[in-house]
């Protein structure tokens, strides 16, 4: 038996609420999604019985995003360095997928997203610009990783905090990895 539209619309925004709530505040409890989703508790719990079928989900949710940045950044397209470039552009404006992955209690991981048949897209671009000579030979593939990976999570952040727009995070997320730190002449 398939929903109607109505409760197809209703779960798709209980579970959009979550991913919004839950990528700001990994503590935030199922009121709060209800109240983002401006719905009650007892509809949410009609849709997802508890919060396990929820954050289920929500990591659905977000490996759709995941991928779709991924799919975006065209990361067989180019160098490997530029496909890296877009790859951050791309993340960092989902940022509250981001979110789920960098908070204190994160609900998604690497892991979740290997279990369903994906690589890492970072260290697919890595290698490829490992592979294509447009990342430096003499940095181990894992070291360049690690350190994409804590870019993202300092522009995610930077972002999050107001410091910067998640667009302009990622130039300047790009630019650091990229160019170094190091003021040209």
Same mark, same amino acid.
């Given at each position: 038996?398939?929903?109607?539209? @109505?409760?197809?619309?209703? *779960? @798709?925004?209980?579970?959009?609420?979550?991913?919004?709530?839950?990528?700001?505040?990994?503590?935030? !409890?199922?009121?709060?999604?209800? !109240?983002?989703? +401006?719905?009650?508790?007892?509809?949410?719990?009609?849709? &997802?019985?508890?919060?396990?079928?929820?954050?289920?989900?929500?990591?659905?949710?977000?490996?759709?995003?995941?991928?779709?940045?991924?799919?975006?950044?065209?990361?067989?397209? /180019?160098?490997?360095?530029?496909?890296?470039? *877009?790859?951050?552009?791309?993340?960092?404006?989902?940022?509250?997928?981001? +979110?789920?992955?960098?908070?204190?209690?994160?609900?998604?991981?690497?892991? !979740? #997203?290997?279990?369903?048949?994906?690589?890492?897209?970072?260290?697919?671009?890595?290698?490829?610009?490992?592979?294509? /000579?447009?990342?430096?030979?003499?940095?181990?593939?894992? #070291?360049?990783?690690?350190?994409? #990976?804590?870019?993202? &999570?300092? /522009? #995610?952040?930077?972002?999050?905090?107001?410091?910067?727009?998640?667009? *302009?995070?990622?130039?300047?997320?790009? *630019?650091?990895?990229?160019?170094?730190?190091?003021?040209?002449?």
């Amino acid at each position: 038996m398939t929903d109607s539209p @109505r409760a197809s619309r209703t *779960r @798709r925004d209980l579970v959009r609420s979550a991913v919004e709530v839950w990528g700001r505040d990994s503590r935030a !409890t199922l009121a709060d999604v209800a !109240t983002a989703a +401006g719905t009650g508790r007892a509809t949410l719990h009609r849709y &997802f019985p508890g919060r396990a079928e929820l954050v289920a989900a929500v990591e659905e949710e977000a490996l759709i995003r995941l991928g779709a940045a991924v799919d975006r950044a065209e990361v067989l397209e /180019g160098s490997g360095a530029e496909a890296l470039a *877009r790859l951050c552009h791309e993340m960092l404006v989902e940022d509250e997928v981001l +979110g789920l992955v960098f908070a204190d209690d994160a609900l998604l991981d690497l892991e !979740t #997203w290997e279990a369903v048949g994906h690589r890492d897209p970072v260290s697919l671009v890595v290698e490829r610009g490992l592979d294509d /000579g447009s990342l430096a030979a003499d940095l181990p593939a894992q #070291w360049l990783v690690v350190h994409v #990976w804590a870019a993202l &999570f300092g /522009g #995610w952040l930077a972002a999050r905090d107001g410091a910067v727009h998640a667009r *302009r995070a990622a130039e300047l997320m790009v *630019r650091t990895l990229l160019g170094g730190v190091a003021a040209t002449s």
